[in-house]
């Protein structure tokens, strides 16, 4: 970190690509915490992966795998979607600090979750690291 005037610049002393950090969407988290179900959050605002990983979250709870599964995948994809418009090139830091990201890696973990119960161990390992490599804050908080 370097100090230039009343600017700090954060440098990457390791080289590796910059965090990314995902464009807040206030819209469908304000519409959640209104009392709006996910699905209808959901349904609303397709592209919050958000939306989807807590429609994952209550399934999983209910004890429906495949469902969770499905709503996780649909999350995920739609935060990679987000997650490459930002600039971000397949690798790097997704920081969990940043709370806009937070949806696309709680999908993440999400899918990773129900990898493992519905037995895809590919799937479970691919994820797991993905999600530890993007933020080991989220692996921690979510895990």
């Not at 100090?3 to 959640?32: F, K, S, W």
């Not at 090139?89 to 806009?100: L, Q, R, T, Y």
Request: glycine share 10%; charged share 25%.
């Amino acid at each position: 970190m370097r100090e230039t005037g009343a600017m700090v610049i954060h440098e990457n002393l390791l080289g590796g690509p910059p965090p990314t950090h995902l464009p807040d969407e206030p819209e469908p988290r304000e519409l959640l915490e209104s009392g709006a179900t996910p699905a209808e959050v959901a349904a609303k605002y397709p592209t919050s992966s958000l939306a989807w990983a807590l429609l994952a979250d209550d399934a999983f709870g209910r004890g429906s795998v495949v469902e969770s599964y499905a709503y996780a995948r649909t999350g995920y994809h739609r935060g990679l979607d987000a997650l490459r418009r930002s600039g971000w090139k397949g690798h790097g830091p997704v920081p969990w600090e940043h709370a806009p990201n937070r949806g696309f890696l709680r999908a993440l973990h999400a899918l990773a979750r129900a990898a493992g119960e519905i037995g895809e161990q590919q799937e479970y390992e691919r994820c797991t690291t993905f999600l530890r490599d993007s933020s080991a804050t989220a692996a921690d908080t979510l895990g």
